[in-house]
């Protein structure tokens, strides 16, 4: 069964930190892109960053350029969201999503809260 399993969300104050990590099972984790994204209440999902299966190319959204890094752990299988300098707009429930063939899967998310 693939699983998806995000965690590392939190309230934090703006200008703080924090890294998000997804652990991945139930599938051949070296062999897929991984990539991040966000949701809040009203909205669709909104792209955050990707990775190619090496971890060696990246590409972020002009909203978190310069302020996350996007990396993964092939031999622990796990995706990880390093954020900083996190702003009232970062808000959202975050989550992690691998395509394969055609189809999407997705974590339950977890939620970052940037509030004074």
């Known amino acids: 069964e693939l699983r998806l399993v995000e965690s590392g969300g939190d309230w934090v104050q703006p200008g703080g930190s924090l890294r998000l990590s997804c652990a991945a099972s139930g599938f051949d984790f070296t062999d897929y892109h991984m990539t991040w994204l966000r949701q809040t209440p009203g909205k669709g999902p909104e792209w955050v960053s990707t990775i190619d299966s090496r971890g060696e190319k990246t590409v972020y959204a002009d909203a978190v350029k310069g302020r996350f890094t996007i990396s993964r752990d092939n031999a622990k299988n796990t995706v990880y969201l390093e954020m900083k300098n996190l702003k009232p707009e970062d808000t959202a429930v975050y989550s992690c999503?691998?395509?394969?063939?055609?189809?999407?899967?997705w974590g339950q998310g977890t939620q970052v809260t940037v509030s004074s």
């Open positions: 999503r691998v395509r394969i063939a055609t189809r999407d899967y």
